[in-house]
């Protein structure tokens, strides 16, 4: 009993990390009529993909869906921060490019969130952030491994 305790205040420990770095992200990010969910993205576009990239591989990299990121991106493109090349070979494949706007400003974005990021993670040490971040790929790993035996498991119950 004890075992199911402690996995069950683990699951509400992790949502709640979620929610609290949503919190955070709002709190430290907004501002000029944006969210910092959305300032946060830019950032990482920024630090990861300054020539741009493809809607698929951010997808992949975020862990968000294409209708929720295609949403954000849409936002950020209203806004004047982002846009969208076709690519001529293939319509289904879009790049995400930043704009000189975001070029001029992500600067400020940029540390924004390395302040935040400092405050957040100065509690923990490195052999700390070291291990946090293996047990998260640890956990992320096993959520793939459930959604593909999921998708299997409904595929031979749809033949």
Known sequence: MEESFSTEELIFKMKKLGQQMTAQL??????????GVQV?????ILRHHPKGTYLTELCRETGMSKPTLSALIKKLREKDYLYILADPDDVRKKKVLP???LAAEGEGF?????????????????QEKSRFGSLEEKLLAQFARME????????????
């Not at 946060?40 to 990482?44: D, E, G, L, P, S």
């Open 110 to 126: 940029v540390r924004k969130a390395e302040q935040m990021e400092t405050r957040i993670c100065s509690v923990l040490d490195q």
């Open 26 to 35: 709002e709190l430290n990010l907004s501002g000029k009529g944006m969210t």
């Open 40 to 44: 946060y993205f830019m950032v990482y």
């Open 148 to 159: 593909r035996n999921e998708k299997s498991r409904q595929e031979v119950y749809l033949q």
């Open 99 to 101: 704009t000189e706007k």
